[in-house]
């Protein structure tokens, strides 16, 4: 059961350009949201992170919405740039969890950013 | 963020052998974690190991297959035992941190 979804295996984006990558949920437990950025033969960077009280949270480039009616999030890139290529990941954290722990993941998006 | 490393970066294996991934922190931290990443696949959360007391293993691993050991704030290693192809795999231990978990360069584990 794939608690965690990012439905687009791959997204391929023009240099300057917006990147959306979206991720979905399915438990409702779910209360804190990571986006992590992962290069080959290198471990995840976080990027960016949202509370389940808040729907949006934004960092330089990087922007986070959250509805959670829906249960979705997206990650918004603007510009994008082609140091953006990696594979992108979303991560939940159940209310009250510890540490941010138990840390669920999505499948991966495959950003590549095109000059 | 804590500066995490991992030893070894990468190994081959025979079946049947044993491997410990070690994971060093530069910080104490009372939290650290190891996942598993199977090729083409996500982050799967193996087990959470707090210093001074015994891992918590999530659904689908055992301690006997992966034992871990947590000796100080600083430190923590993952023995990937008995090992067959299956176990083939990115190894990555993370560590709390401010708003997020923060995780190593990953060793990347062949089984032959």
């Known amino acids: 059961d794939q608690q965690v979804k990012q439905n687009s295996p791959s997204l391929s984006v023009q240099e300057g350009r917006i990147s959306i990558l979206n991720c979905d949920y399915t438990?409702?437990?779910?209360?804190?949201f990571l986006w992590y950025k992962k290069y080959p033969a290198e471990g995840p960077t976080f990027l960016i992170s949202?509370?389940?009280?808040?729907d949006k949270n934004e960092d330089g480039r990087f922007t986070v919405f959250l509805n959670k009616s829906a249960k979705h999030l997206s990650l918004h890139i603007v510009p994008s740039q082609p140091g953006d290529s990696a594979v992108y990941f979303c991560?939940?954290?159940?209310?009250?969890?510890?540490?941010?722990?138990?840390?669920?993941f999505g499948q991966g998006t495959i950003l590549t950013v095109h000059p | 963020s804590a500066v995490i490393s991992q030893k070894p970066s990468r190994d081959i294996c025979q079946r049947g052998t044993s491997l410990t991934i070690q994971c060093q922190v530069d910080?104490?931290?009372?939290?650290m974690f190891w996942y598993r990443q199977q090729p083409g696949q996500s982050l799967t959360l193996i087990a959470t190991?707090?210093?001074?007391?015994?891992?918590?293993?999530e659904s689908g691993f055992v301690i006997d297959k992966f034992p871990i050991s947590r000796p100080n704030l600083t430190f923590s290693t993952l023995t990937v035992s008995n090992m067959s192809p299956e176990d083939s795999s990115i190894y990555l231990c993370?560590?709390?941190?401010?708003?997020?978990?923060?995780f190593g360069p990953g060793t990347r584990l062949t089984v032959l």
């Open positions: 910080s104490q931290v009372t939290m």
């Open positions: 993370s560590v709390e941190g401010r708003g997020a978990q923060y």
């Open positions: 991560a939940a954290s159940p209310a009250g969890g510890t540490s941010y722990g138990k840390l669920t």
């Open positions: 949202i509370s389940s009280i808040k």
């Open positions: 438990n409702s437990m779910f209360d804190y």
């Open positions: 190991a707090n210093q001074g007391s015994e891992a918590t293993y």
